[in-house]
């Protein structure tokens, strides 16, 4: 099953597969959070059939719902199941944090405490693994794993405490 990504500039990105019984299945993923499922017929690929709209509450249930998996890392990881002693945290980038307009390398988290920030949660969507050039803004906030005592020294750092 081939997954097409189309990005829809100020839109966000449309996702499109097939099914084995040749059902076409679009989701576009809209930046503010909301899905829209539509569902195509095997006979006639061009013509949607049905939609659905979908807020980020419902859309997060119905992924969840979907998922194979039972877990994923990170819920392991906050249950204690990976038999590691580490935690993940959302630390928010206030309008007072010394870091807000900065690259996310300046904040040396990983050197400095042994925690790594895995992600950075914008109002306009989540970005995944990124790089030390990735500037920070007010109102994000980074999904941080490590030790208790290191993600709670890199909410001191990031506060400016």
């Keep these: 099953m081939a997954l097409k990504r189309t990005p829809l500039p100020g839109v966000g990105t449309q996702y499109d ?30 013509s949607c059939q049905a939609t659905i709209k979908l807020g980020r509450e419902e859309a997060t249930k119905l992924a969840a ?21 580490l935690v993940t945290e959302r630390i928010p980038i206030g309008p007072d944090s010394p870091y807000r307009g900065r690259p996310l390398g300046d904040t040396r988290a990983r050197t400095r405490t042994g925690a790594s920030i895995v992600a950075v949660l914008r109002r306009t969507g ?36």
């Design 65 to 85: 719902i979907l998922r194979p998996e039972p877990e994923t890392v990170v819920e392991q990881l906050r249950n204690g199941e990976l038999g590691l002693d």
């Design 17 to 46: 597969f097939s099914t084995k019984e040749g059902r076409h299945i679009s989701v576009v993923a809209h930046e503010d959070g909301r899905r829209f499922l539509g569902f195509y017929s095997a006979d006639d690929p061009d």
């Design 126 to 161: 989540a970005r995944p693994a990124p790089g030390p050039d990735f500037r920070l803004e007010a109102g994000d906030t980074l999904l941080v794993v490590g030790t208790r005592e290191g993600v709670s020294d890199l909410g001191d750092i990031i506060a400016g405490s």
